[in-house]
Structures are given as structure tokens and as C-alpha cells.
């Protein structure tokens, strides 16, 4: 019955979710759970009762009339003649390894260039001629975040489709995805937890290293920045890998059956163009003023203020627009 259940499903996919629709699913379920039934009463086999229900119901096209959706199925196939596309399980398990290979490696290459400028602070302790091997070393390291920059974009370039053709996915591939972010939910709060307490500790570990090396200044300041460097690490490997499940799980439109497949494709909607672009950036922009804020002011006891004025302010935002 499973099997029955995401053929209907995505059967169903691409179709909005009115009422006619709706009734239309359920009327086609409970025929296809009769004829089931009967035919295991017969004694056919599962996998013989399901073939016989699948080409007996399959066909979308040939019930609508009786179903009284041929309106939305017509319109539905007029959009697949112009181009819409299905992405395969195999196609989107490939997409999944090659976002979460391109999450660390474009994590990587900010790590680098943000530690590329500690060859400075080493030319301090150590009196580099001219500065010659801090320059170096800096090139050195933006050269290497370039290089994984290209890397990361050129991989993943053949991806492009997703967001410039119409596409989706069937049930059976929704549900897949969803329990792969379901279960990579506990790594990506351990990233962006340790992330947090790294960049904090970042101020501690400068105090720390520079009162036991003191006559080499520029050794606190190097281990503040490789801190904060492996905590924006985290931060931006976390945020990929996650977008990479979004990506998939919006490729099911909202207002369509697809779309609400499962609970975590239900994206947030807002009425203004411009409000949806700057709530996509919301959180990112929260995290960056209360990083900023905090180290200038080193008010720690004061800045976590932040994020609860940042929670209500997207609530307000969400109920106006």
C-alpha cells in the first residue's frame, strides 16, 4: 500500500491545492485502496495487486473527466510541454554529495582569507625582513580561497537547472530529503553552537596567549583570528549543506499538493518582493551586527540583547507583510 500511496502522491504533485483537487485525490485513493483489497481477497500477491492498481488508476489523464479536475490536469500538462522537469532520487542524492563537498570546501577558502592577514601579526613577533614572508603568506592563502572558490562554483555548475527551469520532485524524493535534513538538524546546531562559542572564546584565547607571550604581541592576535576564522568555518559549511536540503524541498511549489509533501517544505511566503530578499538575508545580518558589536565593545553582558530584539522584529515583520 506504501508503494500505491507515493505513486498517488505524485501523481497528484504538480496539481494546486483547491478542493476539487483535493476531493479528486482522496475519491482516487479510497478506489484504489478498494481495488487493492479486492485483489488481495483473490489471492494475488502484493506486488501483483499493486501493478494491477497502478495500470488500472495510473493514468491521471484518463480519470480527470470523471474525477472533475480535467481542467487543472490540462493546464497542469501544458506547463510540463513547456519544459517542466522531474528530478530523479539519483539526481538529487548526487546534487545533496556534490553541496555538501562544495559547503566545505567554499569554508575552507574563507577560513583562509581570514587568517591570511596573520602573517602580519607573525611579522610583528618575529621581525620578518620587509615584511617579504607576510605578504607572501597572505597572497599564499587568498590565492588557495580563490582556487576553492573556482573549484566549489564550476562543480556545481551543473546545477544551474534547478533554479533556471521549472522542476520538482515526487513524494518517495521529498520524504528522502526531509529525513536527511531531519537528521543532519543535530550536526548543524553542534557547527553553529561551536561556531558561537569559538568566536567568543576568540577574545579569551588573544588575553590568554598574550599574557604567556608577551614579548612576541602578535601571537594573541593570530590565535583571535584562526578562533574566529574555524568558528565563520562552521557557520558557512552548516548554512550550505543546509540550503542544499531547501534547495530540493523547494522545488515543490507552495500552492501545489507537491508543496506540502512534508511539514519542513512549507516555506514562508511575504506579500513584498523586497521584504522576502531582505528576511533571505535576515539571520546571516543579525549574526554579522552582534559579532561586530561585540568585538568593538567587548560588551558581552550586553549584546546578546540582540537576538531577542531579532526575534521579535521577525515576527512583527512576518505578521505585517
Not at 494491477?52 to 501544458?78: C, P, T, Y
Not at 549543506?241 to 508543496?259: D, R
Request: net charge neutral; with cysteine; charged share 15%.
Amino acid at each position: 500500500m506504501e508503494t500505491i500511496r507515493n505513486y498517488l502522491e505524485t501523481m497528484f504533485a504538480r496539481l494546486p491545492i483547491t478542493f476539487e483537487v483535493q476531493k479528486a485525490k482522496n475519491e482516487l485513493w479510497q478506489m484504489m485502496e478498494d481495488k487493492y483489497t479486492e485483489l488481495t481477497k483473490e489471492g494475488k500477491t502484493e506486488n501483483e495487486a499493486v501493478g494491477i492498481v497502478i495500470s488500472e488508476f495510473g493514468n491521471l489523464d484518463e480519470l480527470a473527466e470523471e474525477l472533475g479536475i480535467r481542467n487543472f490536469v490540462l493546464q497542469e500538462n501544458k506547463k510540463s510541454a513547456a519544459g517542466f522537469r522531474s528530478v530523479t532520487l539519483a539526481e538529487v542524492k548526487e546534487y545533496l554529495h556534490d553541496k555538501r563537498r562544495a559547503a566545505y570546501t567554499v569554508a575552507l577558502g574563507v577560513l583562509l582569507c581570514i587568517i591570511s592577514c596573520c602573517g602580519y601579526m607573525l611579522d610583528i613577533s618575529w621581525n620578518w625582513r620587509g615584511s617579504v614572508y607576510a605578504t607572501c603568506f597572505m597572497f599564499l592563502m587568498i590565492a588557495a580561497a580563490v582556487g576553492l572558490f573556482l573549484f566549489s562554483g564550476f562543480s556545481m555548475g551543473k546545477w544551474k537547472f534547478l533554479k533556471e527551469k521549472g522542476c520538482s520532485v515526487d513524494f518517495a524524493t521529498a520524504e528522502y530529503v526531509h529525513n536527511q535534513r531531519e537528521n543532519f538538524r543535530v550536526t548543524y546546531a553542534m557547527m553553529i553552537t561551536i561556531g558561537v562559542i569559538l568566536c567568543i572564546l576568540s577574545v579569551l584565547s588573544m588575553l590568554i596567549v598574550s599574557s604567556l607571550f608577551s614579548w612576541r604581541s602578535g601571537l594573541g592576535t593570530v590565535s583571535m583570528f584562526v578562533f574566529i576564522g574555524i568558528g565563520v568555518f562552521l557557520f558557512v559549511a552548516a548554512g550550505n549543506v543546509s540550503a542544499g536540503f531547501t534547495t530540493i524541498l523547494s522545488l515543490n511549489k507552495g500552492g501545489t499538493m507537491g508543496g506540502s509533501f512534508v511539514p519542513s517544505q512549507k516555506q514562508v511566503s511575504y506579500k513584498n518582493d523586497i521584504i522576502s530578499q531582505m528576511m533571505s538575508v535576515y539571520w546571516p545580518t543579525v549574526t554579522c551586527i552582534y559579532l561586530c558589536w561585540s568585538f568593538l565593545s567587548f560588551d558581552w553582558h550586553i549584546t546578546w540583547i540582540v537576538w531577542v530584539i531579532a526575534a521579535v522584529v521577525q515576527q512583527l515583520i512576518r505578521a505585517i507583510w
